[in-house]
């Protein structure tokens, strides 16, 4: 059991260490609120917690499905490119809570986790497999991979958040629009290449 759990900790951690979408939307929300890390996790949560529970029940192998996948980036994509131009549509408004994005923090952590194509295809592909190791310990097992998992995510976007807030107001204004600029480019970025992909897998069916 030990040996699987720390597994499900170094997994989790480095995907949710990586920068990414929810990366960059947690950095624009802690501008204003130190819970906005917390609150984008449980966002993320909410569309996590069901997909785990859908791959524990064996319905994993729906992610494998072309078109299904085509679908995740082309929606994924056009997603992300909507909320990354939002917010480099208002970097030069003051500061709100929201940073540059329409939604409050839990909705937002849901629509970017939604919307990233990569994190249902790891879940179908790595995830699947922590699921499978956590059946070997019951039902007890795929709770704690739920808890541990969640955790990770929590503990990193919270210590993301906490520190945004807390050095913000040595930044100056220029560092500020500069950082919003960089986390709608990530955003435009990642969806223009989701798009790409679904592109080019649509041209290949």
């Known amino acids: 059991m030990v040996a699987f759990l720390t597994s499900v900790v170094v997994i989790s951690l480095s ?18 609120s130190p819970m906005a890390g917390a609150k984008i996790a449980l966002g993320h949560a909410i569309v996590e917690v069901p997909l785990m ?14 078109p299904v996948q085509i679908a995740l980036y082309l929606v994924g994509g056009s997603l992300l490119i909507w909320m990354g131009s939002s917010m480099f549509r208002k970097r030069n408004q003051p500061i709100e809570e929201g940073g540059g994005l329409k939604y409050n923090s839990i909705v937002t952590g849901a629509i970017t ?13 790595v995830g699947s497999m922590l699921v499978m190791q956590s059946l070997a310990f019951g039902v007890q097992g795929f709770v704690l991979l739920i808890i541990i998992h969640s955790l990770c995510d929590f503990g990193w976007l919270i210590l993301i958040s906490n520190v945004v807030y807390r050095t913000q107001s040595r930044w100056r204004d220029k560092f500020r629009v500069g950082l919003l600029i960089a986390c709608s ?4 970025g990642f969806g223009g290449w989701f798009i790409t992909s679904g592109i080019r897998l ?4």
């Open 113 to 125: 986790s939604a919307a990233n194509p990569f994190f249902f295809l790891w879940w179908a592909a």
């Open 53 to 66: 529970l859908a791959i524990y029940f064996g319905l994993g192998r729906f992610f494998d499905s072309a």
């Open 202 to 205: 649509l041209a290949q069916g």
């Open 185 to 188: 480019f990530l955003l435009i």
């Open 15 to 32: 995907g949710v260490m990586m920068p990414g979408p929810m990366f960059a939307v947690t950095v624009a929300r802690s501008y204003k």
